[in-house]
Nanobody, 115 residues
Framework: QVQLVESGGGLAQAGGSLRLSCAAS????????MGWYRQAPGKQRELVGS???????NYADSVKGRFTISRDNARNTMYLQMNSLKPEDTAVYYC?????????WGQGTQVTVSS
């Protein structure tokens, strides 16, 4: 049973930083492509960025240059470092793991950025 647990969300001021973590279990983490998504109130869930099993990353234009995704395969954990936060980054952030054709999701963690 794959389980993903996010942590690290909270309240930040505009211009500040937060670091999210996603701990995975029940899977050979090192082989999985993973990603971060977010969903703001009244909006559809959108891709923030992704990281392949080999460590190659890709980002949405809205976060490029401000957010960084990394992974520690020894700890089965993926991270999202968020810098220069903006109020429009306010959303619930979800961890995603892809195994074959199946997507697995964490429970989400709230990030709120005040102006």
């Amino acid at each position: 049973q794959v389980q993903l647990v996010e942590s690290g969300g909270g309240l930040a001021q505009a211009g500040g930083s937060l670091r999210l973590s996603c701990a995975a279990s029940g899977t050979f983490f090192v082989f999985n492509n993973m990603g971060w998504y977010r969903q703001a109130p009244g909006k559809q869930r959108e891709l923030v960025g992704s990281i392949t099993s080999s460590g190659r990353t890709n980002y949405a234009d809205s976060v490029k240059g401000r957010f960084t995704i990394s992974r520690d395969n020894a700890r089965n954990t993926m991270y999202l470092q968020m810098n220069s936060l903006k109020p429009e980054d306010t959303a619930v952030y979800y961890c995603n793991l892809k195994r074959g054709l199946v997507d697995y999701w964490g429970q989400g963690t709230q990030v709120t950025v005040s102006s």
